[in-house]
């Protein structure tokens, strides 16, 4: 998006354990929808600082969730 002048904070985070991780582990965080993504880039252009929550998960070997990781990031100048 080009925006090189600003700083991320975690401002709310909330994780979940359902089940050990024991092995190599995966990390995914799926890309927010596209509309979320032009309306924190639009808010952060015009107020200097912008909201986006995010939601990441690490995988156990089998392929279920073993960490839920939801988190509010701040985007700010």
């Known amino acids: 998006a080009g925006i090189d002048d ?9 994780i979940e354990y359902p089940l050990p991780v024991v092995d190599d582990a995966t990390a995914i965080c ?7 993504w032009e309306r924190f880039e639009a808010i952060y252009r015009r107020r200097g600082r912008a909201r986006l929550e995010l939601h990441s998960r690490i995988l156990a070997a089998d392929g279920r ?10 985007l700010h100048k």
Not at 6 to 14: A, S
Not at 30 to 36: I, L
Not at 65 to 74: L, M, P, S
């Open 6 to 14: 600003g700083h991320i904070v975690i401002q709310d985070g909330r």
């Open 65 to 74: 969730d073993a960490v839920r990781f939801t988190g509010q990031y701040v």
């Open 30 to 36: 799926n890309a927010p929808v596209e509309g979320a």
